[in-house]
């Protein structure tokens, strides 16, 4: 292509520029290095890939542009307005436990209003008091955000999204039925007992599973129970001392989340015994494994030989560490006696609390025969399970249908029931009852929001480090 353009010459002697060249509207501008249609072309680019990626891309579209220059041109872009919103959607974004970001989403548009620097409740307030035409907010269970929304638009209701809420009944569903696994296993132990003596040579009777304390342990699970009485001691010791959650984690040197999972415990054991309900390669073979020992094949080697001709992935210590609470002391692993060795259960283990949580937070509808069975059974076998599945279920009527203004009767009837999971859940909802009715009853919910903060995440991987907070908020408000 080529372009013909006139030079003019000022007469002003006193002109600091004598010439000018003519520019062609909508593809020059003056100084320019880039037409116009490629700098937006460029710009479209850096605002869906940013630097790094954006510049590979531009080199493949024959537009070879430095990263340098991508993210200047997305610093370069106006910021769109708010406009008018009526129904606002709040959550925290970026990275969890590290730095926050609030982002802003107008629910009606479903795109991104603002994004402030934390997630305090006066940063909030301070936006909303500048949008008081705004009348529902929808937001997570989060405390500074509720206060945020009271002092900064007292007139706006408040919606707990039901996301949210179904999280937190399942989350303590799981652990009642984990706190309440025991029962189940020891009635499945009762029913398995035999009541004649069998014939032949005398057996010992089955031996309960070792202590972690055991000397028959072996040293790794022995340290790994070592250090986890340990390790919960000290953070016990710590919490008394007055120290916060986030101090105790600074102090010695661990995780937030392992912290929180040591202080939320009631004891060590509690933690030791979690070990028993995780899920291995071995569990669909469980059967076939008791079957073959109480038939006398007490080599681990021999059993992993054979569930590997059946699709078995796992190695043999998985196998060898299944058997060994049914050895005897003093059982050579290499010249095993079958008379000196503890039956295998012969009657299917009990299901994981996962897999009994999975089918007593599944609408009965959806349920397949063998979950309706395990559900069956788990509740027959343990009252707290029976009505933690009655409290589950009118809960989710009350969601699914929304019948909000039932909630406070519901909730009524937990906190008097004997389930702590549930009673501190419902306790909860007390604090924060009238968004929570509110996301029971209105057809609000944070969906879009959750949408916009898994994009926010991506976009903050594309930037590789160079992802500041006046860097995301423009990816974030400009649309690509």
Not at 401 to 412: F, I, M, N, S
């Amino acid at each position: 292509m080529i372009a013909r353009i006139r030079r003019f010459k000022c007469l002003n002697p006193r002109c600091g520029q004598s010439t000018f060249s003519e520019q062609i509207p909508g593809l020059t501008t003056p100084f320019a290095r880039r037409t116009l249609p490629l700098t937006e072309a460029l710009a479209k680019v850096a605002l869906a890939l940013a630097g790094r990626p954006g510049s590979r891309l531009a080199v493949k579209l024959a537009m070879p542009c430095c990263r340098d220059v991508l993210i200047r041109l997305i610093r370069a872009q106006p910021l769109p307005g708010a406009g008018r919103i009526e129904v606002l959607g709040v959550d925290f974004a970026v990275r969890r436990g590290q730095s926050y970001n609030t982002i802003l989403i107008d629910m009606a548009s479903r795109k991104p209003v603002d994004v402030l620097p934390d997630r305090e409740a006066g940063t909030l307030a301070a936006w909303l008091r500048g949008h008081p035409e705004i009348q529902t907010v929808c937001r997570d269970r989060a405390g500074a955000y509720a206060e945020g929304i009271r002092t900064g638009a007292p007139q706006a209701i408040q919606v707990a999204d039901r996301f949210h809420l179904w999280k937190n009944v399942c989350e303590a569903a799981q652990k009642t039925v984990a706190a309440h696994h025991q029962c189940l296993r020891a009635a499945a132990a009762a029913a398995a007992e035999p009541t004649a003596e069998p014939s032949g040579p005398e057996r010992p009777a089955p031996m309960p599973l070792p202590a972690a304390e055991s000397a028959d342990l072996p040293g790794r699970t022995r340290a790994l129970a070592e250090r986890t009485r340990a390790r919960y001691a000290a953070v016990q010791e710590s919490l008394a001392r007055g120290l916060s959650r986030s101090a105790v984690s600074r102090e010695l040197n661990l995780d937030i989340q392992t912290v929180r999972r040591f202080a939320n415990a009631a004891c060590a054991e509690e933690l030791l015994g979690k070990a028993e309900h995780r899920s291995t390669k071995l569990d669909a073979y469980i059967d076939m494994v008791n079957q073959r020992w109480n038939e006398g094949v007490t080599s681990a080697e021999a059993i992993t030989a054979e569930l590997r001709a059946l699709g078995f992935k796992g190695s043999a210590q998985t196998v060898r560490r299944y058997l060994r609470p049914f050895r005897l002391p003093g059982t050579s692993r290499s010249h095993p006696d079958p008379r000196r060795r503890n039956p295998a259960p012969a009657a299917p283990a009990v299901p994981k609390p996962r897999t009994i949580s999975r089918a007593l937070l599944t609408h009965p509808d959806h349920l397949t025969e063998d979950d309706a069975l395990i559900l069956k059974n788990a509740t027959a076998g343990c009252a707290h399970l029976e009505r933690l599945q009655q409290h589950v279920r009118s809960f989710a009527k009350i969601m699914a249908q929304r019948r909000g203004p039932e909630l406070p009767a519901w909730r009524e009837t937990v906190e008097a029931d004997d389930l702590p999971e549930l009673r501190s859940l419902a306790a909860g909802m007390r604090r924060d009852l009238p968004a929570v009715i509110n996301g029971l009853t209105l057809e609000h919910n944070s969906g879009a929001v959750e949408g916009n903060v898994t994009r926010v995440k991506r976009l903050k991987r594309d930037g590789y480090g160079r992802a500041n907070f006046e860097l995301l908020r423009a990816r974030i408000l400009i649309p690509a």
